[in-house]
């Protein structure tokens, strides 16, 4: 087992220790300011707090998913999630599964009072079947007038495959201002796969799950899809699959993002992206992000006021 993690069992559903997980996000940069995550321009924006990102908490599903799955989590494993509640730095979560097939379980995280942090599906590929957010997705109402995302489209796909990679010390820029072996000194449950390549069964140092979105998301500026701003946004959703994983800690891959979804709220517009990442050679898809990127429409000063809620 490669976590020491503490797991219990209870009526068939498994369950870690309540964490507190750390905001590695307050200096975060976002079109040139703050973002959410930083407490003062989350508390202009109506929020108490800067969330913790939501990624952050597919941590503390790891160990669970390994305990029922073995190392075929990472190679070819899907966490598919809804964010329901945030969370700011000093609050507890517990992750919570419960198998429901050989193949699925349904997850869940909590406060210690109770309050849902997220849902979400697990489940080990290749044939995942529907998947939480593919569920979501397919309820989705048309989007209606957009005002920030009105020169987006569904198909619309990156300017150009951007080449990506995670080295240890690699500070992982304005989006993510810290390293994975920063990450490491806080993520809430360590496993030597992380950082030891004898002790990983792949003979190479893995990438944590929650860091999956940071190597999907960190160039993302290289899509050049054109989002009006300045704005501020938060992760709505966020599905990550592992199709030949696992990803490796310090090697090269390629990445190709399309819309593949438009829609809004009552606070926010929302577009849809699929990230697919590849081997070096664009040849062979190794995992994927499907990210619902929720953007604050009172973030943005030229939004017609009655258009507000």
Known sequence: MSFNTPITEQDGVFSGPFRAPANMLIEQEYGGHKSIHDDAEAERLGFKAGPIEGPTHFSQFDPLLVKLWGKDWFERGCISCHYKNMVVEGEEVQALVKPVSDTRADCWAVKPDGTPVLEASATLGPDH?????EARMAKLRPSGELIILSDLSVG?????????????????????????NEKLEKITERSAWYD??????????????EM???????????????VKGPTIGLFADLE??????????????LIRREIVAL?????????WTRTRIFDESGTTQMAETLLNHGVLK????????????
């Open 129 to 133: 079947g529907e998947t939480l957010l």
């Open 156 to 180: 619309m796909v990156g300017k150009q495959d951007e080449p990506i990679i995670m080295a240890p010390d690699q500070n992982m820029g304005a989006l993510y201002p810290f390293s994975l």
């Open 196 to 209: 030891d390549a004898e002790a990983s069964p792949w003979g190479k140092a893995i990438v944590p799950t």
């Open 212 to 226: 999956i979105s940071v190597l999907a998301e960190y160039s993302n500026r290289m899509a050049g899809f054109p």
């Open 240 to 253: 990550i699959r592992y199709v030949n994983g696992p990803i490796f800690v310090g090697q090269p891959y």
């Open 263 to 271: 829609s809004q709220g009552r606070r926010t517009e929302n577009y």
């Open 298 to 309: 009172h973030s943005y000063e030229a939004y017609p006021p009655e258009l507000l809620a």
